[in-house]
């Protein structure tokens, strides 16, 4: 019997993003409070080290959320983007890192956002004002400007013609005498502006556009409530990390429809920082988001240990 069970738990997965989200829903177990702090609708970060379930609980909040009429994003921030390494590459300037990431995670919910609006014109929901609009909070998200020096290039040019022309005719017999003389001139004036812009090409995201265009969105498909969730955020560089926390306060955190859960390890992971003025800059843990769930509460021996057991003998049931 114990080598049997022995060579179970051998096979279980280790990783809950390997794992079918059917095979997830049926394993997940509630630890006391955990599901029901995680499903209500306040913005919340989930800490917890790794392997305490971070992912196998936002998956399992992320496919129960449809029988409620409701919807679900989750983004793993490993995979956002197509250039991995560039927001760790210390050569290139913050700005540029941290812009490129705020513009690959709106993409990712972008994504999301028409998986939504195409699932429910599959099941006969009237979407087409939101096409429109997703397209614009596309042209929102990548719309780029040039960063520096302009130049105005104004040329005119002046022509000046004159015409002159005379005639002396005698005529003979019948014919009159026919004596004349004319002459035109002509002035043409001719003005070109041009401007030249010269400098690297950047993003250029309006966060007051994009979240008003989030909200049309939703408004137009429309959908109860759409839920962010967002995984392995201690992935992210530290040094961008409050940049990309002040995205999420401006553009999404207003939109009323919806709710955000972030999953992230509490050691590696940087909210806020201050700016120069004195303001923050970021997401201010316990005002614009709650942190009141931790699964090494649950899932740590050396936190407790009776709570821990009483997880894990539930689990391997």
């Not at 196998?56 to 129960?64: D, I, P």
């Not at 590696?268 to 004195?278: D, N, Y």
Request: charged share 25%; proline share 3%.
């Amino acid at each position: 019997m114990t080598k049997a069970t022995n060579e179970a738990l051998v096979q279980v997965q280790r990783r809950a993003e390997r794992v079918e989200a059917s095979r997830l829903v049926a394993t997940f177990v509630d630890a006391g409070p955990l599901f029901t702090l995680l499903s209500n609708t306040d913005h919340q970060v989930m800490y917890g080290r790794r392997g305490t379930g971070k992912t196998h609980a936002l998956k399992y909040l992320g496919e129960t959320v449809p029988a409620r009429g409701e919807h679900s994003i989750y983004v793993d921030m490993r995979t956002v983007g197509s250039n991995g390494g560039l927001y760790a590459d210390t050569n290139v300037p913050a700005t540029e890192r941290g812009t490129r990431l705020l513009v690959d995670t709106l993409a990712a919910i972008h994504d999301g956002l028409i998986d939504l609006a195409l699932e429910r014109a599959d099941r006969g929901h009237e979407v087409g004002a939101s096409y429109e609009l997703l397209d614009q909070l596309g042209r929102d998200i990548s719309e780029v400007r040039v960063s520096g020096p302009v130049e105005h290039e104004r040329a005119s040019a002046d022509e000046d013609s004159d015409e002159q022309a005379a005639r002396f005719e005698l005529g003979a017999g019948s014919q009159p005498l026919s004596v004349g003389a004319g002459s035109t001139s002509r002035m043409t004036r001719r003005t070109e502006v041009r401007v030249r812009e010269s400098g690297p090409v950047e993003h250029h995201i309006l966060f007051g556009s994009v979240s008003r265009t989030i909200s049309r969105v939703l408004q137009a498909l429309p959908v109860g409530r759409v839920w962010i969730l967002l995984d392995e955020w201690s992935e992210v560089p530290q040094d961008l990390q409050p940049l990309l926390a002040d995205l999420i306060r401006r553009c999404i955190l207003p939109v009323q429809a919806v709710t955000v859960k972030i999953g992230a390890i509490e050691q590696r992971s940087k909210f806020r920082t201050r700016t120069p003025a004195g303001q923050y800059l970021g997401i201010e843990i316990g005002a614009d988001m709650a942190a009141d769930v931790n699964l090494d509460d649950f899932m740590v021996f050396g936190n407790d240990s009776d709570r821990a057991k009483a997880f894990f003998r539930e689990l391997f049931f």
